[in-house]
């Protein structure tokens, strides 16, 4: 069991930590080995968790692993989520002249880094949402259309996605539904754009430089260095003369795709119809942890993503959220899990 | 003669007061009435100086206005601007989802407000640096080509205007030299933007919200509030749907031209051949001074823009300066000013 810093992945970790407490309540011991592993560096890129497996990697062995930090498909419906997208986080930085300049007396004169930048990212789609960095769509792995026509029967509305965006309507690529855009088609997003003058008012200048955070969630098999030097090429062949232009790789992670069909995952799969009366949707995230790739290089182990958390939770926003009734389900899920394990 | 709150300003005036105090040494009087007028609103566009002037026309009627605000054409060669360009500054705001979104669970379903921001800036200019805003040129003056044409003979180069930017390339509209981009081509310049996550490292989010702080320098007889409406209009036009655009004004300033012939001016451009030894440059300024036609309005009477800064001297940007040479000149030169009205 891995736990990260995230409210929402806090409440669906401790539902298995409180279930193991739970366990031991009833029990002289578990049925199984547990170990629980806890990191606070997920958010950027975990740098120092590869080594730590590498050292430890005798004290972690395991048969699986599991991992709750991805959302239900709906209350009361937990999801097991087969794949994740993987990230390459770029910093962009567009230079121009060597200070800011007054822009009466530059303007017109000399190129604008604000808008060189503007333009170079308004250069990343094309008017039908598709990126268009050469090279980018390359290593995309078809999906099997079995996997995508079932979630034609989720739960799930496009009402539902605007609800929990708090959008007024839907984007991105053209010629896929949402669930697929967000799960197995790879993006490329602006996260922050800095530049100039941002206080209150006005101030008339041309800035020296403007710079933007990108990332790009990746589907399989799309490599997150091979993609950020696509991205370099791409905004390195559009520069024009008298902005310099750098892309830099910050951090990634691999996208991830595994089989809910092994021991833990029929044993979860069994729990979920015990404690939810339902079927486990099937699904995958379209967010990223990159550890369980870490994990399946280091330790040799697929990890069982358990989705737990509500699709609404604003993970990554103000008032975040794990409601305490799915604490409960979810401390109720450990147990049944255990029991499985243990019959 | 009228001071404001720049470095290089404030050295330009004061060498017009210690010129005064310098007089007053060695005569009884002033052979003419000379009104001071100190301002500190000028950067965010005087909003109270015209009620100033307003109420104390009485005490602030005048044969002529002196403001040296301006720049010499090169050191030790000072230039009268005939014209100034106007400005209208405009925030551009585009609001998206209700709070920023995980960029994992939403990338892809929604559009993204930093995205369509720099889509929206890409879209102020076309390929040849042409504005491309509906209406935008359509009250442009044409400028008489003996006074474009003069100014192919000023000590003045490209390579001046690199170095005084610091800049490796010349940008801006294509077909128009680099002075006419300055002096008599309107521009839309984009002075800062603010989007999303900004700090250290990457957060990976769809921004709820991003803005740009534009301002437009304008030209003889475009009008302010006519250019702030018609770029409010060309960006709601491109507003996709999920978006909101809201384009606001947030001041401006006319456009100004004035005849260096009057008899201040005839006095100015014989005192700088007796102090400077060349005739005084006559030029224009790509810079605004909204007061200039806030003095015309109320108090009737044109401003002779009497340039004693230096074109590299870093206005609007770190270390801005006013060399103590040119306060020097400056001080001689207003003496030789008084003396022409003397005689």
């Known amino acids: 069991v891995y736990a990260r810093g995230a409210t929402d992945n806090k409440g669906q970790t401790f539902s298995h930590i ?3 407490q739970a366990w031991l309540k009833d029990h002289r011991d578990l049925p199984v080995n547990l170990i629980y592993l806890m990191e606070g560096e997920e958010e950027i890129g975990s740098p120092h968790l590869g080594e730590f497996l590498r050292v430890h990697a005798p004290e972690l062995a395991c048969d699986a692993i599991l991992v709750s930090d991805t959302s239900m498909i709906a209350p009361g419906h937990p999801a097991i989520a087969c794949g994740l997208r993987g990230i390459a986080c770029v910093n962009l930085r567009v230079k121009g002249p060597s200070a800011d300049l007054h822009s009466g007396v530059f303007g017109g004169a000399v190129p604008n880094p604000a808008t060189e930048l503007a333009r170079l990212l308004a250069q990343m ?5 598709r990126i268009m960095i050469p090279g ?3 290593d995309v792995a078809a999906v099997d259309a079995v996997e995508t026509g079932a979630w034609k029967h989720l739960p799930y509305t496009d009402d539902d996605v605007l609800k929990a965006a708090g959008s007024t309507a839907l984007g991105g690529e053209q010629g896929f539904t949402t669930l697929e855009r967000t799960w197995i088609r790879p993006t490329a997003e602006v996260n922050g ?3 100039g ?3 209150p008012g ?3 200048i041309i800035p020296s430089e403007a710079s933007a955070k990108l990332s790009f969630r990746l589907v399989p098999n799309q ?3 091979d993609i950020a030097c696509k991205v370099a090429a791409f905004f390195a062949s559009k520069a024009v003369p008298g902005v310099e232009v750098e892309a ?3 951090h990634g992670g691999n996208p991830y795709f595994a089989s809910p069909d092994t021991p833990l995952g029929l044993a979860v799969r069994t729990a979920v119809r015990n404690v939810f009366g339902r079927e486990a949707a099937l699904v995958r995230g379209g967010l990223s942890i990159p550890v369980v790739s870490l994990f399946k290089e280091v330790l040799g182990r697929d990890t069982l993503l358990l989705g737990l958390g509500l699709p609404d939770c604003a993970a990554h926003s103000p008032n975040e959220t794990f409601p305490l009734e799915n604490l409960d389900k979810g401390i109720a899920l450990h147990l049944s899990i255990l029991e499985q394990f243990a019959t």
Chains 1, 2 share one sequence.
Do not use: C, E, R
């Open 18 to 20: 409180l279930g193991t």
């Open 248 to 250: 830099t790789y910050d």
């Open 202 to 204: 006005s101030k008339t």
């Open 136 to 138: 980018f769509y390359d």
């Open 193 to 195: 754009i800095t530049a």
């Open 125 to 129: 789609h094309n008017g039908t949402g």
């Open 223 to 225: 490599n997150p260095v």
């Open 197 to 199: 003058y941002q206080g």
